[in-house]
Every structure is written in structure tokens, then in C-alpha cells.
């Protein structure tokens, strides 16, 4: 079994990044909107920040309690996006209960849009015309393709069905001309179609989901899912079981996660150069 480390391969991305923004003499910045204390949400805005900072862009954080009113968060956001100061914009998910993402992710201009999520962005995603991938698609995909893992013709179950992880990958994908099954919270006998994954994408957020019962000998397996219990970050995959059959797999943490974070800033250092 091989770690597919997301880690090492962000590290080479953000460098990369490093040289073509001094290069460039771009100034960017990225502002982060969060609503609520999610504990998850909070590790990854960290990540986010040191990164950018570290290979040069500036980051805002704004934070707004989790009763904030529709109404004023919409103009909050309003305001924000409409700042000359800064190059990308992103809501953090999920939101508290009962704020619904939409009509609050469709604030956000195409231009400053880095984490592929305004309808139209993903309008433009779904029909192959958009410059850039959702990060977490790219990150899944450039840390595939990195490894000389084939996609084409393979048989990859997406475990959850969710905006960010299970119904962008699903789309690319099938770009990638792979064969899919996407499982939800619906599907009965879910080991019947994870026994089958040459490649298995879990993107539940639900700790040890995936045991090594549910996988054959040789699957790659991408742990996309991270929830946060006592002060430990885990994944949808059961690590110990599941990496005995496993002939790669991305770990939580250190596999995925780094890789979003450097595909986001990737993201916006593209939508910047002329």
C-alpha cells in the first residue's frame, strides 16, 4: 500500500505558485467569509491562510455569527464582493442550518468566483467551458494523475452525492471517461457497489464509514470526508482496515485537504494573469 501524499505534491504547487506570482508582480488577495463556529471549517480557513500568506497574497477573514439575518448577511456579502481590494471571494461551507448556500454563493462575480460554486461557474464547469476546476476536483485529480493512477475505462463509486465532493467529480469524471456509481444515504446494500470500485471517492464527512469489508484487494482510495472529534481531524475511511487491500490511499489528514487548499489559490492566481 502507497500514501497518495497530498502533502508533498501542495508543497510543489504552492512553490510553483510562489515563483509565478513574483514573477508576475501580482497582488491578490483572498477574503473568506464564514458564518458560525464549525471546528472543520475553522481548520481549513487556517490552512487557507497560512498558504496564501506564505507564497505572497494577502487574506481577509471575514466572520459573522451563525443567527446573522438572510437579509444582512446578503448585504454583508454584497459589500464584499464588490471591494476593489480583493481578487477571489469564497463563502466557507456549510453555512449554520437554515441559512441555505445558494442565493448567497450566486453574490459572488464569476471573476472572483475560486471555489467554482455560483451557478453560473458551475454552469460553465458542467459544460466544459470554465478555466478552472472546483478545487477539490482538481486536487483529487492532480494528486491521480501525479501517482500514474488510470482513470479511463476504471470502475470509481463516489460514496455521497454532495456539491462539493460527489456531484463534481461525478461530472468530471465522466469527462474522464471513467465508469461511475454514485451512492447516497438512499442506497441499499452500499458494500454491493464498493466492492466493485477499482477507485473509491468517499466525501461523506462521516468518521469510519468505509471498512476494509466493503473494498477489494488492490482499490485506490480517496478520503475526501473530514469531520473533527476531541481535537482529532478524521476521515470517511477506516484506515487500518481498509489500507490491508488497498493498492493507494489518500489519508485524512495529509492527502486531499493540502491539495484543496493549494488548488483553490491556484485558482485565483489563474482567474488574475491577463
Not at 73 to 100: A, D, W, Y
Not at 124 to 142: A, C, E, M, N, R
Not at 209 to 225: E, F, H, P, R, S
Not at 232 to 240: A, E, N, S
Amino acid at each position: 500500500m502507497k500514501i497518495l501524499d497530498g502533502k508533498k505534491l501542495s508543497e510543489e504547487i504552492l512553490n510553483n505558485l510562489k515563483k509565478e506570482i513574483k514573477k508576475s508582480n501580482l497582488k491578490l488577495r483572498l477574503d473568506v467569509v464564514q458564518v458560525g463556529e464549525n471546528p472543520v471549517s475553522k481548520v481549513y480557513i487556517d490552512h487557507k491562510r497560512k498558504a496564501a500568506e506564505r507564497i505572497g497574497l494577502s487574506f481577509k477573514l471575514f466572520q459573522f455569527d451563525e443567527k446573522i439575518g438572510a437579509g444582512e448577511l446578503k448585504r454583508e456579502i454584497e459589500k464584499i464582493v464588490s471591494e476593489t481590494e480583493n481578487s477571489g471571494v469564497i463563502i466557507q461551507l456549510p453555512l449554520p442550518k437554515g441559512i441555505f448556500p445558494d442565493e448567497f454563493l450566486n453574490l459572488i462575480p464569476e471573476e472572483k468566483d475560486v471555489d467554482v460554486l455560483s451557478e453560473k461557474s458551475l454552469g460553465k464547469f458542467y459544460q466544459g467551458t470554465s478555466k478552472i476546476l472546483p478545487p477539490i476536483v482538481d486536487g483529487i485529480l492532480s494528486l491521480l494523475k501525479n501517482y500514474k493512477i488510470k482513470i479511463k475505462g476504471r470502475d470509481v463509486v463516489l460514496v455521497g452525492a454532495g456539491r462539493l465532493v460527489g456531484l463534481p467529480m461525478a461530472v468530471q469524471l465522466l469527462r474522464e471517461k471513467a465508469t461511475i456509481s454514485v451512492l447516497n444515504e438512499f442506497t441499499k446494500v452500499p458494500a454491493y457497489f464498493t466492492k466493485k470500485a477499482d477507485i473509491l471517492i468517499s466525501g461523506v464527512g462521516k468518521p469510519n464509514l468505509i471498512k476494509g469489508n466493503m473494498v477489494k484487494k488492490g482499490v485506490v482510495v480517496i478520503d475526501a470526508g473530514t469531520t473533527k472529534l476531541k481535537g482529532k481531524l478524521l476521515g470517511d475511511v477506516d484506515f487500518k482496515s481498509v489500507a490491508k487491500k488497498a493498492s493507494y490511499i489518500a489519508p485524512v489528514p495529509g492527502g486531499v485537504g493540502p491539495m484543496t487548499v493549494a488548488c483553490l489559490l491556484e485558482n485565483l492566481v489563474k482567474l488574475n494573469i491577463p
